[in-house]
Nanobody, 126 residues
Framework: QVQLVESGGGLAQAGGSLRLSCTAS????????MGWFRQAPGKEREFVAAISWSGNSISYADSVKGQFTISRDNAKNTVYLQMNSLKPEDTAVYYCVADRLPAGLGPRTVRENDYWGQGTQVTVSS
C-alpha cells in the first residue's frame, strides 16, 4: 500500500521560505513521478510542480516559476518543494501526489486515482 507523508508546513511571513517534504513508502519510489498540488480556501485544487521518475523532467505552474523548486532524493524516498519569496496568496493546503503508474512525468492534473498525501497547511502572513 502506497503511503505519502508530508511535513514542513507551517506559518511563514511574506518573503520567507519553507521546505516541504514528502516521504513515500509501499513501493519502489524511484520508479514513479511525483508532484505537488495545493488548495486554497474556497478554490479548486491546483497543480504546483511535478518531477519525473528519472528527475530529468520538471514542470511548474506559471504562478510559482522562479519561486518554488521541486527535487527528489531517491535514497530517502522523499520529494521536496522548496518555497522561497512566499506571498500571502501561497497560503493553501499542499498535497504530495504520486503517479499511479511507473516511469511517468509526475502528476500534472488532478487525477483521483493517483496517490495523495493527507496534505500540510502553509500559511503566509503579510
Amino acid at each position: 500500500q502506497v503511503q505519502l507523508v508530508e511535513s514542513g508546513g507551517g506559518l511563514a511571513q511574506a518573503g520567507g521560505s519553507l521546505r516541504l517534504s514528502c516521504t513515500a513508502s509501499g513501493r519502489t519510489f524511484s520508479s514513479y513521478g511525483m508532484g505537488w498540488f495545493r488548495q486554497a480556501p474556497g478554490k479548486e485544487r491546483e497543480f504546483v510542480a511535478a518531477i519525473s521518475w528519472s528527475g530529468n523532467s520538471i514542470s511548474y505552474a506559471d504562478s510559482v516559476k522562479g519561486q518554488f523548486t521541486i527535487s527528489r532524493d531517491n535514497a530517502k524516498n522523499t520529494v521536496y518543494l522548496q518555497m522561497n519569496s512566499l506571498k500571502p496568496e501561497d497560503t493553501a493546503v499542499y498535497y504530495c501526489v504520486a503517479d499511479r503508474l511507473p516511469a511517468g512525468l509526475g502528476p500534472r492534473t488532478v487525477r483521483e486515482n493517483d496517490y495523495w498525501g493527507q496534505g500540510t497547511q502553509v500559511t503566509v502572513s503579510s
